[in-house]
């Protein structure tokens, strides 16, 4: 699997994928349906599959003080969304520059300008852009005048609750891992973790 990284040059062959895009810290069930669907999209439309993720997470840049707590690391992504189908890796560094990117620019800049992706899946919260002025809405409407598709995928619930990197870490805080493996918060669908 290949690493890329958003201010590099994108290979020729990945020009035109079809672009899993999210934090995906844990790669938990919800996140797994994002990527899944990603993979069945490039495979309909005979694309390549890049998962784009950030780092370091946009928590840091916009909470510096808060304590650091990673679920994986980039490491563990890259051979989760390999495991997964993709064809590659793309790191959004984020920092004042990714920060300050309107969700306008960051569709028709990053995604069609940059990287030339043919489409775009994420899941249904998914937010981005200066002051999170983008969410699904915008990605669709911006993606669809600059030639990107963008689908969503709507929330894992498990028990009816929704299934989130944010929970995972919760169970972990509380200091029961157990809960959240058993749980199939976390891990590869079969109820592994990571």
Do not use: C, W, Y
Not at 159 to 184: C, F, M, T, W, Y
């Amino acid at each position: 699997m290949m690493r890329l990284f958003h201010d590099q040059p994108i290979p020729e062959e990945l020009k035109g994928a079809i672009i899993a895009l999210g934090n995906f810290d844990g790669f938990h069930l919800g996140h797994q349906a994002v990527v899944g669907r990603a993979v069945q999209r490039g495979a309909h439309e005979r694309r390549p599959v890049i998962v784009a993720t950030f780092d370091p997470h946009p928590v840091r840049h916009f909470r510096p003080d808060a304590p650091s707590f990673r679920l994986t690391t980039l490491d563990q992504r890259e051979e989760l969304f390999a495991h997964a189908g993709a064809d590659a890796m793309l790191v959004f560094n984020f920092g004042a520059e990714l920060a300050s990117t309107t969700a306008e620019d960051f569709v028709a800049k990053l995604l069609r300008g940059h990287l030339a992706a043919a489409g775009v899946v994420t899941g249904e919260d998914f937010t981005f852009g200066k002051g999170r002025g983008g969410n699904v809405g915008v990605l669709r409407e911006v993606g669809a005048s600059n030639g990107v598709v963008a689908e969503t995928v709507g929330a894992v619930l498990l028990n009816g609750v929704r299934i989130s990197s944010g929970r995972i870490r919760e169970a972990l805080q509380a200091g029961d891992p157990h809960a959240a493996r058993l749980r199939k918060l976390m891990g590869n669908g079969s109820g592994g973790g990571t």
